[in-house]
T-cell receptor, first 115, second 109 residues
């Protein structure tokens, strides 16, 4: 158990809909990262937050957005869903308060299926 | 061309064999990561290294910064080592992570 939790585990929805994925980092970790893993693209970095602020952006579509709240949990919002958005979405956390960058601890993932 | 290249893509071994997975990268990095992903999908970080060598149980990871190359070795492989092993790098100038395509390892009893 990495200490990172993600909800829901599975999500099935229809094209055009909007969903929210939630991530709670390990206790004390300040950074949250979001990744997408699809069959044809492999793992891709989407976005990183550090202590509530956006730190880095990767291949994140404009239809997707994220935020990190004061309690450090993070949400990834996916809107106007398309079939191609079906994927595993992972979040990871790192950087304990007062510490430096270290390894990332991954959550179990949310499997999104868009029908 | 992908910034992180892994080889081989697929690897089948007999239980007890010594296994090596290679990773080459083309960007300057602050760290290199080896990750393990089991069939259920969960990802576990095995190593994070920026120089030299690290060992954890039967797993050994090495990195050569000058050659931009890393290897993951598994000694005395076991069927429970069957998983996808992913090499990833943290670029020196960006706070993200770039991933290799993964190596699917199957260890047969």
């Amino acid at each position: 158990d990495s200490g990172v939790t993600q909800t829901p585990k599975h999500l099935i929805t229809a094209t055009g809909q909007r969903v929210t994925l939630r991530c709670s980092p390990r206790s004390g970790d300040l950074s949250v990262y979001w990744y997408q893993q699809s069959l044809d693209q492999g793992l891709q970095f989407l976005i990183q937050y550090y202590n509530g602020e956006e730190r880095a952006k990767g291949n994140i579509l404009e239809r997707f957005s994220a935020q990190q709240f004061p309690d450090l949990h993070s949400e990834l919002n996916l809107s106007s869903l398309e079939l191609g958005d079906s994927a595993l979405y992972f979040c990871a956390s790192s950087v304990p308060r007062g510490g430096t960058y270290n390894e990332q601890f991954f959550g179990p993932g949310t499997r999104l299926t868009v029908l | 061309k992908n910034e992180v290249e892994q080889s081989p893509q697929n690897l089948t071994a007999q239980e007890g064999e010594f296994i090596t997975i290679n990773c080459s990268y083309s960007v300057g990095i602050s760290a290199l990561h080896w990750l393990q992903q089991h069939p259920g999908g969960g990802i576990v970080s095995l190593f994070m290294l920026s120089s030299g060598k690290k060992k954890h149980g039967r797993l050994i990871a090495t990195i050569n910064i000058q050659e931009k190359h890393s290897s993951l070795h598994i000694t005395a492989s076991h069927p429970r080592d069957s998983a996808v092993y992913i090499c990833a790098v943290s670029p020196a100038t960006h706070d993200d992570m770039r991933f290799g395509a993964g190596t699917r390892l199957t260890v047969k009893p």
